[in-house]
Nanobody
Framework: QVQLVESGGGSVQAGGSLRLSCVAS????????MGWFRQAPGKEREGLAVMYKGGVGTHYAPNVRGRFTISQDNSKRTTYLQMYSLKPADTAMYFCAAARIISQLLQGRADYWGQGTQVTVSS
């Protein structure tokens, strides 16, 4: 089955950390670039980080660069988003996504989406 499954969301106080995980089916992981997005209530979906297929490069949105890190474990077909120094403004539903063409992810589009995992940061 072709799918993405996120986990790792939760509630944390400002300044805390969380690590999100996204397990991809074999077909998706082998053939797609991976990315993390988020969407807060009443706001547009926002791209956060992209991992190029094969781990050959990364790209971060300016507002999370230095606080968020995207990484992968190929043995687990898992893409992670490590988040540090979380702020209340980081509260959102976080989504994992995959696309065959890197420009799609960089433009906020994807071929596959996970179901999302909620992150809530309290002050």
């Amino acid at each position: 089955q072709v799918q993405l499954v996120e986990s790792g969301g939760g509630s944390v106080q400002a300044g805390g950390s969380l690590r999100l995980s996204c397990v991809a089916s074999e077909e998706i992981y082998a053939n797609n670039h991976m990315g993390w997005f988020r969407q807060a209530p009443g706001k547009e979906r926002e791209g956060l980080a992209v991992m190029y297929k094969g781990g050959v490069g990364t790209h971060y949105a300016p507002n999370v660069r230095g606080r968020f890190t995207i990484s992968q474990d190929n043995s687990k077909r898992t893409t992670y988003l490590q988040m540090y120094s979380l702020k209340p403004a980081d509260t959102a539903m976080y989504f994992c996504a995959a696309a065959r063409i890197i420009s799609q992810l960089l433009q906020g589009r994807a071929d596959y989406w996970g179901q999302g995992t909620q992150v809530t940061v309290s002050s």
